[in-house]
């Protein structure tokens, strides 16, 4: 501990000159001894305990087991003074810092610091890294411990288990953390508390008085859950929430401090410490009621000022938990607090089961296994049995609300929306209850008897069973598999050898069982397997390498010593047995505990009064057959995403040792790692590691409190993340011991780098499995409530490199060639986007390391799979386009393409001609192939002189538009445009005029503020082409000439932000150009007696010419044509419906292709609508079939009953959204359907009995579903951030609506 804890009664010091080492004149213990070694600091200053000199502080560069001179080191070697020193104060390294370990008394620079807060800060650091894990296991080789068997006597197993190494680490930090803080000097600072019922605070009257405040006096009683329960508790049941790999190490800490907490004495100014563990558990309590509630998204449908009148009346009053106000306040504001919530639910339950495991808590009691009313004080088993009934329940009421409802149709019945809703909610609802108890029952097997497990998990196959995965290949909305492989030429060499095989092969899966689709499926059959393994078991082990389910730090804890005389008739191995016995500390309180629950109640009938905030009250009174519509109540869970994730093997799936026909696969695996991963993780083992992977990455993410507090990091992510590593024990009897053995015969295994034995070895294969199948479902462009952001995995990935390079990136790399070998032609193309996206990032991360051999073999498919046909049509393959993709995406990265060329792809490459997109014929044309050559030559001139205006001699907009619209670029024009071909007379309707003649002075403006993209691709054409003959040809290549890149001399100039301040800059010129366009159409009309155009569809038109014109220019470069397509949005230059009918055409017209990636240009159109027309700003164009010029209503009277102005302002809002949005979204169904249709009429399609599906079929109908999902996502976002809507005071803040859009 650090020195700045020292006081008069801890007799800290500063470090000693010379090579002082950690004094103990209590125990001969090489743990403590006095080494000396590099002239490190003596024994830093900290707490003193019968001579001690610090808390383990000072040292000499690693003398310690624990890092540094600190056993809970820090890694700033600044803190201390010492080589990771931190806590123990002192020198490390010889006087890298001559102060002594208090810094705060020896820095006068150094602001004030409370003494106490400094204290409690240092606790919290220790707390927090007392059972790290990587910190335990280095500590554990140091001291090279070997396995014991620990205290063998517990209840939980009838096997002497060895204890790990790592654990008796973690049970030495724990022992010797309770010295400290359970010390009668220590014990006021650390473990005070204010008892229930008690106004008064003064320590000196502080007795264990801890029991439960009844319903007679609770209305006047305001309770601070973090002071009646300590700092200690309080910290201890915040670390057991949300440090998921350390939950064993807080269980034994509750157990050592409870123990060894002083009784009231003279020492402690007659005040009781005891009854620790108690206060742990209410404070958990508290914090599981109000998690789950949030979790199951239990709302009040009273008004802020009912709730605030119901409270100060007293009803409902109880335990109000400050905590809990900090949660309410800022639900609305954080999209991902339902996740959280049901991670911290998830660890507490942990947390419970292994108290129970312990002694400390009870696990099962008598009637836990029948149906109660009232759920106040529940054991393990209780509270499980209590979400499995209330599950239930929920999932009851969703499957007869879905039956009655069955034939509503949604525009007939106003309130069919809210009916799905609040089915969909019940659903949800009752599938995150059942994961609860799925990720606890684990835990929970050592004390819990099989007809009790047996009987959830019957009841659990009932919702399973009409559970809908969203991850279901092919059909669910967040799919990440199609149903069947895509429809494309095999270029591979032995492609011809393999098809039959593939063929058979796939029908075999077809006729096998649904697939696991995501991680709820994946964690019902794992726990399935697990209970079923573990009670038909002799030896009652659990049939995993995973450990964290049968640590048990607490058994290794010392226990108190003790005189024993012998009783009557005692013989002396009676007498060993019982010290023997009481060598490991044990639970000695008089009755074990129960969760104890608020008391804030919800009253279903009048004898049952239930707990646990509103959640179980609610759910018992719909089960009682109440009127839901009676309660002030309701469950708002939306989704279940960020808690339920998609489920990818990309690796084969663990041998079966009754399999015999793996002989031949086994050969082609040659990698060990990879080997020792396949044949030595069995399915259970990879669910647990891919499960506490996604634990870290949800845990220790960077999170900012409402206070500004920051917590989490990616870099923090990553290293708990290889702390999994350390969790993995020898494999269990059967195939994958067998399988670990024939690979020590054969040379095979190594060490993993990580510290450990070869039980881990293959661990990080499971790693990088789980983050990239997590990267496969996170695409960008929608706001979601998951932590996994894809920005955010891909720098796990990238730290995770860079920390361990030789085990990391190779297995990168081989787990990348598996998906892009076996899984490509089946990814949604979704998926693929988003794999290719974080490639491109990590390879510039990584200064381009990825081997050429890669590269080699992936060129074929963009070579041959994607050559050009005779029709001039390119061929499509899901593995070139992959490639490709990476490449323009790293190419939009770098400064110059020459980088891509020298750093990443290997000599001679012909990858070299795809880094710069071919695009289309007419990308470097100035006119279409239907303009008469005069025309063209006309056009280029006067496209040559508006661009010298615009980049040379940046003339004001209004001289542009004056010029452009003018009479003197008309007469220059004149001659090329005749008057047949200008007029169409043969047709009437605008689209069947030459758009380049119809559109020309809109096309001249932009095309000259578009010219700085075709240079560009100009630039990067010729550096490619001068670089590779100069590989080849050993020619000198100057890429910096002046005629070929203008703007830019060295490489890339900002095209895209160029591009987009002259669009900005020259809107009017724009604007006024399309205007004359159409002018000058509609005079010609009316000329020849015709029929005018609708407006609308000519500024449709005149959109779509545009977004062609964008798309020629800027075909090379995705980022810069979305950049182009945002600007214009933003600038409403054109509208979102202007770009669905670029995309998918119109009514008349059928597309028989669509752009790739169309779906990202669509919902951005939209999502960047709703932006627009939720603004105050005003539209100069309704083009997308609502009048988005309106000035927003923010909340005036409501006496206007028409239209956008009835009911609440929050109302008025959601109906303006909802008719600019149902519009757009019907159209792009309508449209898709339509494009569907002609397909299957032109033969593009599959029948039922086909193998494979055309890419136009695949991209049409993934593309849909993810503009559904992106632009609902983007509603509910902005709506519940809009100002009018957080102002509503109906609900005390967003509407419930919001969430039910």
């Known amino acids: 501990m650090d020195g700045s804890l020292s006081s008069s009664r801890h007799n800290g010091g500063g470090g000693g000159s010379g090579g002082g080492g950690y004094r103990n004149d209590n125990r001969n213990d090489n743990r403590y001894d006095n080494r000396r070694r590099g002239g490190g600091g003596g024994g830093g200053g900290g707490y003193n305990r019968r001579g001690r000199g610090g808390y383990h502080g000072g040292g000499g560069r690693r003398h310690h087991p624990y890092r540094g001179g600190g056993r809970y080191g820090d890694r700033d070697r600044d803190r201390g003074g010492g080589d990771r020193g931190g806590y123990g104060g002192g020198g490390g390294r010889g006087g890298r810092r001559s102060n002594p370990g208090n810094r705060f008394d020896n820095n006068s620079s150094t602001k004030s610091i409370d003494p106490q807060s400094a204290m409690l800060k240092q606790l919290t650091a220790m707390v927090a890294k007392m059972g790290d894990l990587i910190a335990c296991a280095e500590s554990a080789s140091n001291v090279q411990l070997m396995n014991n068997n620990g205290n063998d006597n517990d209840n939980d197993t009838n096997e002497e288990v060895p204890m790990r190494g790592v654990v008796q680490a973690i049970s030495r930090n724990i022992q010797d953390l309770t010295v400290v803080l359970c010390s009668t000097s220590n014990a006021p600072l650390f473990l005070k508390y204010t008892p229930p019922n008690t106004t008064d605070t003064d320590e000196n009257s502080i007795t264990d008085n801890s029991n439960s405040n009844t319903s007679d006096n609770i209305s006047n009683i305001s309770i601070n859950a973090k002071d009646e329960a300590g700092p200690l508790a309080t910290l201890i049941a915040s670390c057991a929430a949300t440090l998921p790999l350390q939950s064993p190490s807080y269980a034994g800490l509750t157990l050592g401090v409870e123990e060894n907490a002083p009784d009231a004495c003279e020492e402690t100014m007659n005040v009781s410490y005891k009854g620790f563990a108690k206060r742990c558990v209410t404070m958990a309590s508290r914090r599981l009621a109000s998690d789950l509630d949030q979790t199951c998204g239990v709302i009040s449908l009273l008004s802020r000022e009912e709730q605030n009148q119901s409270k100060a009346s007293g009803a409902g009053a109880g335990a109000e938990n400050d905590m809990d106000k900090d949660k309410a306040s800022s639900a609305s504001s954080t999209d991902d607090t339902y996740v959280q919530s049901f991670m911290r639910s998830k660890l507490l339950l942990r947390y419970f089961a292994l108290l129970a495991r312990a002694g400390i808590m009870h696990g099962m009691v008598e009637g836990d296994d029948e149906d109660k009313d009232i759920f106040t004080s529940l054991s393990v088993a209780g509270i499980l049995k209590a979400l499995m009934d209330s599950a239930t329940i929920a999932n009851t009421t969703a499957t007869n609300m879905g039956t009655a ?69 092919g059909v669910g909305i967040m799919s990440i598999l199609l149903e069947k492989e895509l429809l494309e030429e095999d270029v591979s060499d032995d492609a011809g050898d393999e098809d039959d095989d593939e063929e058979d092969e796939d029908d075999e899966e077809e006729a096998a069982a649904p697939a696991c689709a995501d991680t709820l499926q994946d964690l019902f059959r794992t726990v399935r397997s697990l209970v079923t393994s573990f009670y038909s078991s002799s030896t009652s082990t659990l049939p995993t390498k995973f450990a964290l389910l049968s640590d048990a730090p607490w058994k290794n804890l010392e226990g108190k010593e003790k005189e024993y005389a012998p009783m009557e008739g005692d013989a002396d191995d009676e007498l060993a047995k019982r010290k023997e016995f009481e060598k490991y500390l044990r639970y000695t309180g008089e009755e074990k505990l129960y969760i104890e629950l608020p008391s804030e109640s919800v009253h279903v009938h009048d004898n049952v009064h239930v707990g646990l905030g509103k959640l179980f009250g609610y759910l018992m009174q719909v089960g009682a057959g109440g009127q839901m519509e009676g309660i002030p109540l309701t469950l708002q869970c939306p989704s279940t995403e960020g808690i339920i994730f998609g489920r ?80 993995f024990v020898s494999p269990p009897n059967g195939a994958a011991a067998a399988a670990a053995n024939k690979m020590e015969e054969d040379g095979t295994g190594m060490d993993t780098g990580s510290g450990s034995d070869d039980s881990s070895m293959g661990v990080e294969c499971g790693i990088v499995e789980t983050i990239l199948s997590l990267i496969l479902q996170s695409p960008r462009g929608i706001h979601s409530a998951s932590s996994m952001s894809p920005i955010y995995l891909s720098r796990i990935l990238i730290h995770l490199t860079k920390d361990k390079p030789n085990l990391i990136s190779e297995v990168v790399v081989m787990t990348v060639m598996n998906l892009f070998n076996d899984f490509m032609p089946s990814l949604s193309p979704i998926s693929k986007e988003s794999l290719s996206n974080w490639l491109a990032i990590h390879l510039t991360n990584t200064d381009y390391q990825w081997p050429g051999i890669v590269w080699n073999s992936w060129s074929p498919y963009v070579v041959k799979g994607m050559a050009r046909i005779e029709n001039s049509e390119q061929k499509r393959n899901s593995r070139g386009e992959f490639v490709t993709h990476v490449m323009a995406s790293v190419n939009s990265f770098v400064a110059s393409p020459k980088i891509i060329l020298k750093e990443c792809l290997p000599p001679q490459s012909p990858l070299a001609d795809y880094i710069v997109p071919p695009g289309k014929p007419s990308a470097s044309a100035s006119a279409s192939s239907a303009t008469t050559s005069a025309f063209a030559s006309a056009i280029e001139t006067e496209v040559k002189d508006v661009t010298n205006r615009i980049w040379k001699n940046n003339d004001e907009p209004e001289d542009v538009r004056d010029y452009i619209v003018g009479d003197e670029v008309s007469e220059a024009l004149k001659g090329s445009l005749d008057d047949g071909d200008l007029e169409h007379s043969s047709s009437t309707s605008a689209s069947g005029i030459d758009s380049e003649k119809l559109w020309w002075r809109t096309g001249l403006i932009f095309r000259s503020i578009l010219d700085v993209a075709k240079q560009s691709r100009t630039k990067q054409l010729q550096i490619i082409k001068g670089y590779v003959a100069q590989v080849s040809s050993a020619v000198e290549f100057d890429d910096d000439d002046d005629d070929i890149m203008q703007h830019d001399d060295d490489g890339k100039s900002d095209d895209a932000t160029d591009i987009a301040d002259y669009f900005k800059r020259y809107k009017p010129a724009i604007l006024a150009a399309m205007a004359k366009d159409i002018q000058a159409h509609e005079e010609n009309l009316d000329l020849r007696g015709e029929s005018k155009e609708n407006e609308s569809d000519m500024i449709l038109l005149g959109e779509v010419y545009v977004l062609n014109l964008c798309e020629n220019f800027t075909t090379f470069s995705s980022s810069l044509f979305l950049s182009c397509l945002e600007t214009l949005l933003q600038e409403k230059i054109i509208s979102a419906m202007g770009v669905l009918r670029w995309v998918l055409g119109h009514e008349s017209v059928i597309n028989s292709t669509v752009p790739q990636g169309w779906w990202n240009f669509v919902s951005l159109s939209i999502r960047m609508s709703v932006d627009n027309d939720l603004s105050e700003d005003v539209s100069p164009m309704g083009t997308d079939g609502s009048d988005i010029g309106m000035i927003i209503d923010h909340g005036g009277g409501d006496d206007n009953e028409s239209g956008n102005n009835a009911g609440t302002p929050s109302a008025r809002r959601m109906k303006k959204v909802t008719d600019l949005v149902s519009p757009l979204l019907q159209f792009v169904s309508a449209r898709v359907h339509s494009t569907l249709v002609a397909a299957a009429a032109a033969g593009d399609t599959t029948t039922t009995t086909q193998k494979k599906l055309p890419h136009l079929i695949v991209d049409l109908r993934e593309g849909l579903k993810y503009v559904i999902r992106s632009v609902s996502a983007h509603v509910v976002s902005t709506l519940k951030d809009d100002e009018t809507v957080r102002a509503t005071a109906e609900l005390g803040g967003s509407s419930l609506e919001v969430e039910n859009w």
Request: glycine share 2%; aromatic share 8%.
């Open 648 to 727: 990818l093997s990309i690796f084969d799936a663990a041998s079966d040792e009754n399999d015999d026909d793996d002989d031949d696969e086994e050969e082609e695996i040659t990698n060990p790692r990879i080997k020792a991963y396949v044949k030595t993780f069995n399915v259970m083992d990879r669910f647990f590691l891919a499960e506490s992977v996604r634990d870290c990455l949800i845990c220790h993410r960077a999170k900012v409190s409402d206070t500004g507090v920051e917590s989490g990091s990616a870099k923090e992510a990553a290293e708990q993340i290889w702390a999994v590593s350390e969790l």
């Open 405 to 473: 409802n069955a034939d509503i149709d949604d525009d007939a019945d106003a309130d069919a929306a809210d009916t799905k809703s609040t089915i969909k909610s019940f659903q949800n609802a009752s599938v995150l209850m059942v994961a609860l108890i799925l990720s606890t029952l684990p835990y929970c097997v050592h004390f819990l008897p099989q007809y009790f497990v047996n009987d959830l998990m019957t009841k659990m196959d009932a919702i399973m069973n009409t559970y809908k995965s969203p991850f279901q290949p």
